[in-house]
């Protein structure tokens, strides 16, 4: 996994104003705070997650991603490494599982910036934010709490630990059907159960599942109650809910894959002007108050369209650095230059 210690210092004495402020360590967020190094801006990136990567971190690690430009293929563990090693060139100070809370402007013009832990203050701020915290949907079964992060899972962080093991997976959308068809070789055996017979998951993949001789697929059925013993789970009570039929079967662990609560938190609060959970950004990538921008998934241009893709993010994110360069330095240019002109 794509790990920077908490805190990288070097250019990070905290009593002089930052010059951007990034939040949100997501793919966007990283490459901003490359961008930010390189326009020579003194830089600090925070993220409420305890590691960088956003959403490839936490949603997806594993998974192959095909549309990175100059990557034909690349895993999202694999990118966000790439990333944090960029990102980190210019040695910015990189704050991880800090969320921000608060943010004000003062009457100088300068940003207060709050999170659990400090205060900072900054002339610019740029939010790359994505969706926002995010946690995932949980079930309310027997004994499921004795057996959270001992047995019951929300994410794959890495497939290895479910090597030879007998895997449950609940739910119907695109991540349990893939995780299933990813975790195919790896496990045991699969058994996959869903509430319904419809799944929101592709087509494609939910034919995989059927044709896949160690994945077993039961639709109307529910988790009702899993056992275990000290060492962990050890079997897990299913019931089909036309005839309430009950069956245990022997799993070592689960994994519950029903879809996440994305929470923008105290974003909503900052006076930015939103729209549908996103904030609202010019072509300049600018919000509705001076200083503070917005780029990747958490940004609706108003005069353009929303993808929310990887991509994007990177491109908006250098649009907005080089934006808040000249509203920090008003004599700066607004081109950075060419970065294969600039000595390493
Ligand atoms: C299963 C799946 C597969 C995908 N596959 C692809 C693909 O193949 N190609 C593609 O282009 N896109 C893909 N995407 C979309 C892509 O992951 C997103 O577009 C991208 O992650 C958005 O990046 P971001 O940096 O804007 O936000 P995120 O990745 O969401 O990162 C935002 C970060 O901000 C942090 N944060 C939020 N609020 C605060 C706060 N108050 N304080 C501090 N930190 C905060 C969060 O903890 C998070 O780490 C996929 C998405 C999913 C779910």
């Known amino acids: 996994m794509a790990q920077v210690s908490s805190e990288i210092s070097s250019n990070s004495d905290e009593n002089t104003p930052f010059d951007v402020s990034i939040i949100g360590a997501g793919p966007a967020g990283l490459f901003a705070t490359y961008y930010a190094g390189f326009r020579e801006m003194k830089t600090v990136i925070l993220d409420a997650l305890p590691e960088a ?184 009570v299913i019931f089909d809910n036309r005839s309430n039929m009950e069956d245990t079967i022997p799993v070592d662990c689960i994994l519950i894959n029903i879809g996440f609560k994305a929470n923008l938190g105290p974003i909503a609060n900052w006076g930015l002007a939103m729209e549908n959970r996103a904030i609202k950004i010019n072509g300049r990538m600018e919000t509705n108050i001076p200083g503070i921008y917005a780029a990747g998934d958490i940004a609706s241009p108003t005069d353009s369209v929303k993808l929310n893709l990887i991509t994007t993010g990177f491109a908006q994110a250098a649009l907005a650095i080089n934006v808040a360069k000249k509203y920090v330095d008003p004599k700066a240019q607004l081109f950075p230059g060419h970065s294969s002109e600039k000595s390493a």
């Open 53 to 236: 990567g956003g959403q490839l971190s936490v949603l997806y690690p594993e998974k192959t991603i095909f549309d990175v430009p100059g990557y034909s293929e690349v895993l999202a563990r694999d990118l966000v490494t790439s990333l944090v090693k960029q990102a980190t060139r210019y040695n910015p100070l990189v704050l991880l599982g800090e969320r921000v809370n608060d943010l004000k402007k003062g009457e100088d013009g300068v940003f207060t910036l709050s999170t659990d832990k400090r205060q900072l203050k900054t002339k610019s701020v740029l939010i790359t934010a994505g969706v926002g915290s995010f946690s995932p949907n949980k079930l309310n079964v027997l004994n499921q709490e004795r057996y959270e992060g001992n047995g019951i899972y929300y994410f794959v962080k890495k497939k290895e630990f479910f090597r030879n093991k007998n895997l449950l997976i609940v739910g119907g959308g695109d991540s349990a059907a893939d995780w299933a068809l990813n975790l195919k070789d790896v496990c045991t055996c699969i058994v996959l159960i869903h509430r319904r017979d419809q799944f929101r998951a592709h087509e494609q993949t939910v034919k995989e599942l059927y044709n896949s001789p160690n994945v077993t697929v039961r639709t109307f059925t529910e988790l009702k109650r899993v056992d275990g013993d000290e060492t962990g789970l050890t079997s897990a």
